[in-house]
């Protein structure tokens, strides 16, 4: 069975640091590419940031560039995001989600077939 597991979410005052991470189970991510998306409450869900299969290739929305790093261990079969200089706006459900893909990444949450259960982070102080 297909799985992924966000962790890592949690209260963190503004201008604090969180990792997430996203531990695949069933399968091997070295095929797919790895978003990772939030969703605030009474807002869109937005795609934060996504990595390719090969973790060559990354892309950030804009409100997150600069802040946040996404990266890749596919020998422990994870995905994180790292999260700086968080802001009481960052303050979402985080979820992440994958797709068999050799082609890039997206930030388009439509593209993805698996997605993880969430992790929620506040910020807040």
């Known amino acids: 069975q297909l799985q992924l597991v966000e962790s890592g979410g949690g209260l963190v005052q503004p201008g604090g640091s969180l990792r997430l991470s996203c531990a695949a189970s069933g399968f091997t991510l070295d095929y797919y590419a790895i978003g990772w998306f939030r969703q605030a409450p009474g807002k869109e869900r937005e795609g934060v940031s996504c990595i390719s299969h090969s973790g060559v290739r990354t892309n950030y929305a804009d409100s997150v560039k600069g802040r946040f790093t996404i990266s890749r261990d596919n020998a422990k079969n994870t995905v994180y995001l790292q999260m700086n200089s968080l802001k009481p706006e960052d303050t979402a459900v985080y979820y992440c989600?994958?797709?068999?893909?050799?082609?890039?990444?997206?930030?388009?949450?439509?593209?993805?077939?698996?997605w993880g259960q969430g992790t929620q982070v506040t910020v807040s102080s």
């Open positions: 989600a994958a797709v068999r893909t050799f082609i890039s990444c997206s930030r388009r949450g439509d593209e993805y077939a698996y």
